[in-house]
């Protein structure tokens, strides 16, 4: 039989209840730690155990009674038997009866055999005869929650046979313990015991004591206390994650009387975004991606990232929505967890694995994730890196990540069911950081711009980032090859494809290459000078990095790029230009003994080859301080006459066969 479930036509007691256990859920929910899925009401087919229903899992689910009794259920014998052999109708025959006026009495009738049954009788009679699903059949395991507010309500009976709720809990007690011996319990000498037994037995349809432990072994007995106690707890788990509590808790009240029938339930998701605005500010959020364990059966994305937000769009829109809360320049406290194994990625695919690695590895700080075995995790991150981002030796080694050995069942969750789908998320977290990289990248240089002492250099600077800017907006592919090309020297060997360098910990560093790069086009005066090439000079090759890995077969682990042999980071056909922002010492330390010393030289057709420009950090970036457009000008036109005249003698001299 199915009712309409109204809360509004429950005690309070009950509203409490189902308050409480939803904060709890809430709590836990908010928290990133294992919570049920739902909370529903008369479901679940089972006659007395379907006012509330606890969806744990799509395999567990708990019944709730709720019983705020304070008075006796049943003044009854406890033995049902000797109770139907001594009832007597009250009834008596209309009429004036005999002759004599003696009134007749009306024929004794017995009752029917549930027409005696107390609330608690018939609850426990309906658990008695309820059977476990056939395999296969979800939920596999239900459990049953008999919820009161103290021990001592009496069960039975009246006068000196009384049996209480704390008999019957003593009962349940003995029944869960491992290995409990049912032939000792059943000669237990104990009268209480005794009387559970009667009254299970011939009031609750239990036939005997295995029957009953069976049963009691499925059951859990609460007493929690009264209005007072239950709305203490529930304030309580409400309070580490809302401002108001008691507000809350009232808005609470309200969404369970609305929003829990028997058609729908109300999920930890749904409650949390109901109650959003009155969470505290910096409340932890997290996300999860949830690999199916059976290959080919996709991916679950859940949880607290878009509470403020509408959960629904295409893939490029959800997937922007969770790079923007994991990387945003806002308050930290944000958890990403991944509950997959780690594998190697393909060399030219974009696989979701290596998208999330890159979304961790550049978390905020006071941020972290949690990943499947985070020591391979670790390992991976490590080999694919070769070590590190670019800005130190060590910033891979104290990334926060932990273990995330429990993967959270969420009720309200997007799947990823198809390769496809997969595939769709995984380029459209790639393009959404791509995007905001490039966000955040526009910031600190219109920022860097703005600290500029001398205006006509600041003026220059702008107009040249402007002209940029547009281009590049207008070109992802062309903002992905700058940053490819800043972050990843061809000749360390790494691939590029999966972008793991480019993020939020390695902005300043291609903040940093940027203006050097401005600076170095505006230094020149060139017309149509850009991030690619500058005439009459040639192509740009523009590295940001700090450290790097060395070449493909180098095993010495990272190191500043000035440590090594310039040949090594530029190989054996340098570009003309070449631009080393992440290194402090001059340009002309950097040029060894393997390459030509001096550019008349460097023009000759034995010379091995060497960049036309070379420009490091040195004496140029204090330029944005202390410098004018004028003294930038004139440093780099004596570069630039200077490449002229050897270029011309070099000419000169293989005219004359020198």
């Known amino acids: 039989m199915i009712r309409r479930f109204r809360l509004e036509q429950k005690s309070r007691y009950e509203k409490l209840v189902i308050a409480q256990r939803l904060s709890d859920m809430l709590d836990k929910f908010l928290d990133g730690r294992l919570a049920p899925l739902r909370i529903g009401a008369e479901q679940g087919g089972i006659a007395e155990w379907d006012d509330v229903v606890i969806h744990h899992d799509d395999d567990h689910w708990e019944h709730l009674q709720i019983k705020r009794q304070t008075s006796s259920f049943s003044d009854k014998h406890i033995d049902k038997a000797d109770y139907l052999a001594s009832y007597k109708p009250r009834n008596k025959a209309k009429g004036t009866g005999t002759a004599t006026g003696t009134p007749s009495e009306e024929p004794r009738k017995l009752p029917s055999g549930d027409e005696f049954d107390s609330e608690l009788d018939k609850v426990l009679k309906s658990l008695a005869t309820w059977q476990t699903s056939a395999p296969g059949v979800k939920p596999s395991k239900r459990t049953f929650s008999l919820i009161l507010p103290?021990?001592?309500?009496?069960?039975?009976?009246?006068?000196?046979?009384?049996?209480?709720?704390?008999?019957?809990?003593?009962?349940?007690?003995?029944?869960?313990?491992?290995?409990?011996?049912?032939?000792?319990?059943?000669?237990?000498?104990?009268?209480?015991?005794?009387?559970?037994?009667?009254?299970?037995?011939?009031?609750?349809?239990?036939?005997?004591?295995?029957?009953?432990?069976?049963?009691?072994?499925?059951?859990?007995?609460?007493?929690?206390?009264?209005?007072?106690?239950?709305?203490?707890?529930?304030?309580?788990?409400?309070?580490?994650?809302?401002?108001?509590?008691?507000?809350?808790?009232?808005?609470?009240?309200?969404?369970?009387?609305?929003?829990?029938?028997?058609?729908?339930?109300?999920?930890?998701?749904?409650?949390?975004?109901?109650?959003?605005?009155?969470?505290?500010?910096?409340?932890?959020?997290?996300?999860?991606?949830?690999?199916?364990?059976?290959?080919?059966?996709?991916?679950?994305?859940?949880?607290?990232?878009?509470?403020?937000?509408?959960?629904?769009?295409?893939?490029?829109?959800?997937?922007?929505?969770?790079?923007?809360?994991?990387?945003?320049?806002?308050?930290?406290?944000?958890?990403?967890?991944?509950?997959?194994?780690?594998?190697?990625?393909?060399?030219?695919?974009?696989?979701?694995?290596?998208?999330?690695?890159?979304?961790?590895?550049?978390?905020?700080?006071?941020?972290?994730?949690?990943?499947?075995?985070?020591?391979?995790?670790?390992?991976?991150?490590?080999?694919?890196?070769?070590?590190?981002?670019?800005?130190?030796?060590?910033?891979?080694?104290?990334?926060?990540?932990?273990?995330?050995?429990?993967?959270?069942?969420?009720?309200?969750?997007?799947?990823?069911?198809?390769?496809?789908?997969?595939?769709?998320?995984?380029?459209?977290l790639h393009s959404a950081m791509n995007d905001l990289v490039w966000q955040q990248l526009q910031t600190c240089i219109g920022k860097k711009l703005d600290e500029i002492a001398d205006n006509d250099l600041a003026t220059a600077m702008a107009e040249k980032w402007q002209d940029w800017r547009d281009d590049l907006d207008r070109d992802p592919d062309a903002r992905l090859l700058l940053f490819e090309q800043m972050m990843y020297p061809q000749t360390e060997g790494i691939n590029a494809k999966h972008a793991l360098r480019i993020g939020p910990r390695t902005v300043k560093l291609m903040e940093t290459a940027t203006i050097m790069l401005l600076l170095v086009c505006v230094g020149l005066g060139v017309a149509g000078a850009n991030w690619q090439s500058i005439k009459p000079l040639g192509d740009v090759l523009n590295i940001a990095l700090r450290h790097w890995s060395g070449e493909p077969s180098d095993n010495d682990g990272p190191r500043l790029l000035c440590e090594d042999n310039l040949r090594k980071l530029l190989g054996y056909s340098p570009p003309p230009v070449v631009i080393l922002s992440g290194v402090e010492g001059s340009a002309t330390h950097l040029l060894d003994e393997g390459m030509a010393e001096d550019m008349e030289a460097g023009h000759s057709m034995a010379a091995e080859r060497q960049p036309r420009l070379l420009v490091t950090r040195f004496q140029v970036y204090k330029q944005l301080r202390t410098g004018t457009l004028a003294k930038l000008q004139a440093h780099f036109q004596k570069h630039l006459n200077d490449w002229i005249q050897a270029r011309e003698a070099a000419i000169e001299a293989c005219g004359k066969g020198h």
């Open 150 to 428: 103290g021990l001592e309500v009496a069960i039975k009976g009246k006068n000196k046979e009384i049996i209480r709720i704390s008999h019957l809990h003593e009962v349940w007690n003995l029944c869960l313990k491992d290995g409990v011996n049912v032939a000792a319990l059943s000669q237990r000498d104990d009268k209480p015991t005794q009387n559970v037994y009667t009254w299970l037995t011939t009031w609750c349809g239990f036939t005997d004591w295995d029957h009953i432990v069976e049963k009691m072994r499925v059951l859990e007995i609460h007493c929690i206390g009264d209005e007072s106690a239950l709305k203490k707890r529930a304030l309580e788990s409400l309070d580490r994650h809302f401002t108001d509590p008691d507000t809350t808790l009232s808005v609470l009240l309200e969404y369970i009387s609305d929003s829990t029938t028997d058609t729908n339930a109300v999920s930890c998701y749904s409650a949390a975004k109901h109650l959003q605005k009155l969470l505290r500010p910096g409340v932890q959020t997290w996300t999860q991606y949830l690999v199916n364990p059976m290959p080919g059966q996709g991916w679950i994305v859940a949880g607290t990232h878009d509470l403020g937000s509408t959960p629904t769009g295409s893939p490029r829109t959800l997937a922007s929505q969770i790079v923007s809360h994991h990387w945003a320049d806002t308050t930290p406290n944000r958890m990403l967890r991944l509950h997959a194994p780690y594998v190697r990625p393909f060399a030219k695919t974009l696989t979701l694995p290596s998208a999330i690695l890159r979304l961790a590895l550049h978390q905020k700080k006071g941020s972290k994730s949690m990943l499947l075995g985070v020591p391979t995790w670790r390992q991976g991150a490590h080999n694919e890196l070769r070590g590190t981002l670019g800005d130190k030796d060590d910033d891979l080694d104290d990334l926060p990540w932990s273990d995330n050995s429990e993967a959270l069942s969420c009720a309200m969750g997007r799947e990823l069911s198809s390769p496809v789908g997969t595939k769709d998320e995984s380029d459209a």
